[in-house]
T-cell receptor
Framework: SQQGEEDPQALSIQEGENATMNCSYKTSINNLQWYRQNSGRGLVHLILIRSNEREKHSGRLRVTLDTSKKSSSLLITASRAADTASYFCATVLQGGSEKLVFGKGMKLTVNP | DGGITQSPKYLFRKEGQNVTLSCEQNLNHDAMYWYRQDPGQGLRLIYYSQIVNDFQKGDIAEGYSVSREKKESFPLTVTSAQKNPTAFYLC?????????????FGPGTRLTVL
C-alpha cells in the first residue's frame, strides 16, 4: 500500500540553486521521514518530523509538515552535485505501527 | 565500525532455486526489516522482526521466508514460489521502544533470476 507520493517525480537544477520536493500522504501519521538513495545503494536517513512539529532544520535541509493538508516538503538549499540522488518520503502511521510506508521517490539531478 | 552488512552484493539464481540473502547488524538494534525495490519504485515491506524469535509478514511476504534466531541476524530466503524475484533487496534495522525513530539501511543485494 502506497501512503506517500513525492512530487515532482524528477527535478533537474543547477548547482547552487534550491531544490524543493513535496510529499503528500493519505492517512494520519505519527511522523514523516525523508531518506536519500544514491544509485544502487541503500537508503540514508535525512530528517524526521513528528506530527506535532511544523518545521525542522538540519544543515542545508529544511522540512515542513502540514497535517491539515497531509503534506510535507523538503527543501535543499544551495544544492551541490553530490546531492544528486533519489529522495523518498516515508510515514509512520498513527496508532503505533511498526512499519514505515515509503513513497515511490523522486529523482534529483544537480548539474555542475 | 558499526553498521548493517548485506551479502552478497550481486546474486544470480536459476528458476526453481531457493536463495538466502544475508543481513547482519552490530548496532544492537531490536527491530529488523526486509524490503524489495523494483526499478523506479519505492520500497515495499516483505517481513519485519521486532524481537528475536518473532517476525511478522509485511505487504508482499508471499514467496519469501525469514528467521530471527539471533539479534544480529535476519536472513531472507527467496523461494521458488516467488514468481518474479528479480529485484534489489534492502535490509534495515532500528532501535526498539515506543518512539518511532529512523531506520538504518544496508547496501543492498541485487538478485537476478536467469
Amino acid at each position: 500500500s502506497q501512503q506517500g507520493e513525492e512530487d515532482p517525480q524528477a527535478l533537474s537544477i543547477q548547482e547552487g540553486e534550491n531544490a524543493t520536493m513535496n510529499c503528500s500522504y493519505k492517512t494520519s501519521i505519527n511522523n514523516l521521514q525523508w531518506y536519500r538513495q544514491n544509485s544502487g545503494r541503500g537508503l540514508v536517513h535525512l530528517i524526521l518530523i513528528r506530527s506535532n512539529e511544523r518545521e525542522k532544520h538540519s544543515g542545508r535541509l529544511r522540512v515542513t509538515l502540514d497535517t491539515s493538508k497531509k503534506s510535507s516538503s523538503l527543501l535543499i538549499t544551495a544544492s551541490r552535485a553530490a546531492d544528486t540522488a533519489s529522495y523518498f518520503c516515508a510515514t509512520v502511521l498513527q496508532g503505533g505501527s511498526e512499519k514505515l510506508v515509503f513513497g515511490k521517490g523522486m529523482k534529483l539531478t544537480v548539474n555542475p | 565500525d558499526g553498521g548493517i552488512t548485506q551479502s552478497p552484493k550481486y546474486l544470480f539464481r536459476k528458476e526453481g532455486q531457493n536463495v538466502t540473502l544475508s543481513c547482519e547488524q552490530n548496532l544492537n538494534h531490536d527491530a529488523m526489516y526486509w524490503y524489495r525495490q523494483d526499478p523506479g519504485q519505492g520500497l515495499r515491506l516483505i517481513y519485519y522482526s521486532q524481537i528475536v524469535n518473532d517476525f511478522q509478514k509485511g505487504d508482499i511476504a508471499e514467496g519469501y521466508s525469514v528467521s530471527r534466531e539471533k539479534k544480529e541476524s535476519f536472513p531472507l530466503t527467496v523461494t521458488s514460489a516467488q514468481k518474479n524475484p528479480t529485484a534489489f533487496y534492502l535490509c534495515a534495522s532500528r532501535t526498539g521502544g515506543s518512539s518511532y525513530n529512523e531506520q538504518f539501511f544496508g547496501p543492498g543485494t541485487r538478485l537476478t533470476v536467469l
